[in-house]
């Protein structure tokens, strides 16, 4: 909250308040009937740590089939229920145990590739855009800061051009570079840690 305890105490407060509510204290403990298909409907994984000691996501939203998803009943709510699972397990059991491996102790928080392969406006709906909106409310409220950076790569300048109509309802804080190649990727992320698709 830059610097402003009364408002952090505030949003801490909050975010007490939501965890006690939605259970998420326990939320590894609880049924979640949909996280297979979630899991198939938006392939996502962790993989590696980078160059600043942060945990990486690799997300494939050009296979997304969160439309079809949403066809067969799963909801908004039981997205943003399985949104929270992820947070909580990359919170608790990937970034804070990796902390401090590399990078001589980077703050605390995690970076997200985009592999934008296959993707475009077609993989949108009213239902994943509210998602996302709420995924990024969640974030920002519950997770500030946490996420330091953002990549998308093989995105020509269409599939960018519709990303940064995404990013509109993304938290603020969220930094997104848009390389062709993904071995630009090595600036942030050393070879080694990289999956071999994208070295």
């Not at 590739?113 to 996302?132: C, F, K, N, P």
């Not at 909106?133 to 950076?149: C, D, E, F, V, W």
Request: glycine letters at 8%; proline letters at 5%.
């Amino acid at each position: 909250c830059r610097g402003n305890a009364d408002k952090a105490q505030q949003m801490w407060k909050a975010t007490q308040q939501w965890r006690k509510l939605e259970q998420v204290w326990q939320i590894h403990n609880l049924h979640n009937p949909w996280y297979g298909r979630i899991k198939e409907a938006y392939p996502h994984y962790i993989h590696g740590i980078s160059k600043d000691g942060y945990p990486v996501i690799y997300e494939k939203p050009g296979k997304m089939r969160l439309k079809e998803l949403f066809r067969e009943g799963c909801t908004i709510a039981d997205m943003t229920r399985w949104y929270t699972f992820f947070m909580e397990y990359l919170s608790n059991c990937v970034v804070t145990p990796n902390r401090r491996n590399r990078g001589g102790g980077a703050d605390w928080g995690f970076m997200v590739v985009m592999d934008m392969r296959g993707a475009g406006i077609s993989m949108l709906s009213r239902d994943v855009l509210s998602y996302l909106k709420q995924a990024g409310k969640i974030n920002a409220t519950h997770y500030p800061l946490s996420m330091k950076r953002s990549f998308l790569v093989h995105a020509n300048s269409l599939v960018a051009n519709v990303w940064m109509g995404v990013k509109a309802v993304l938290p603020e804080s969220v930094h997104v570079e848009v390389f062709e190649s993904p071995t630009s990727l090595f600036t942030y992320i050393d070879e080694d840690q990289i999956p071999p698709e994208y070295g």
